[in-house]
């Protein structure tokens, strides 16, 4: 039975990793997939890993119909055993149904990968049809870390090394990147963090928490 899968986990969880890895597997036993993605922080129609393994993909764009994509390939006598779809928290809701309908209509299995919640701990409207709709939700056992060293569970935006709590939900960058410019009226430059939630809560970032160690105030919290 075809089934459609979703692996989740925070930014630096190795979710590209694992999907370069899934469609590796099943090339390697002869199968024919499509590889999917959004956004992705090396460019469009590219899927990357931290790793700095890379392959081609199509970008799903928002007029992209995945149901009509793949049976306009099946019908010109291509063959295709599965799809890998990554960044998949950028895909519109409409487009997960199209993803469950490969699966239920074609017998085609469909394995997602994307994070749960955005830089404001709201769920992605992609990532929330996923969970509503997947036969299975996998969170990854890589876990990344807070720089406390608890386990990382929310994705931190910081603009000039402090966190943000508002502004544009898609603006493209990596862990450690300061390279992506502001979207908003402040000017900066936007970075990502994974944190723990106690960190997240007092947006207490490793930028921060360096301040403070070397500051002569006390921290900003009580016992």
């Not at 190795?14 to 993605?37: D, E, M, P, W, Y």
């Not at 890998?84 to 699966?103: S, W």
């Not at 996923?130 to 056992?141: G, I, K, P, S, Y």
């Amino acid at each position: 039975m075809a089934e459609m899968s979703f692996f989740t986990g925070t930014m630096d969880s190795g979710k590209s990793t694992l999907a370069l890895q899934t469609n590796h597997n099943h090339a390697a036993r002869g199968l024919v997939g499509r590889i999917f993605t959004a956004h992705d922080r090396a460019g469009e129609a590219t899927i990357s890993s931290r790793l700095g393994l890379t392959a081609d993909a199509v970008e799903v764009g928002p007029d992209l119909d995945l149901w009509e994509y793949v049976v306009d390939e099946l019908t010109r006598g291509a063959q295709v055993d599965y799809l890998i779809c990554d960044e998949a928290q950028f895909y519109a809701p409409a487009q997960v149904d199209q993803l469950a309908r490969v699966v239920d209509d074609l017998g085609i299995d469909v394995f997602c990968f994307g994070i749960l919640t955005d830089f404001r701990t709201c769920l992605f409207p992609g990532s929330a049809r996923l969970v509503e709709m997947a036969d299975r939700v996998v969170t990854l056992q890589v876990e990344a870390l807070c720089w406390c060293g608890r386990r990382a569970t929310h994705n931190a935006r910081t603009l000039d090394g402090e966190m943000v709590t508002e502004g544009d939900v898609l603006v493209v960058g990596d862990v450690g990147d300061r390279s992506a410019p502001a979207t908003g009226s402040r000017p900066g430059q936007v970075g990502y963090e994974v944190l723990c939630r106690q960190h997240h809560r007092r947006s207490m970032t490793s930028a921060r928490a360096r301040a403070v160690s070397l500051s002569a105030e006390p921290l900003p919290f009580g016992d």
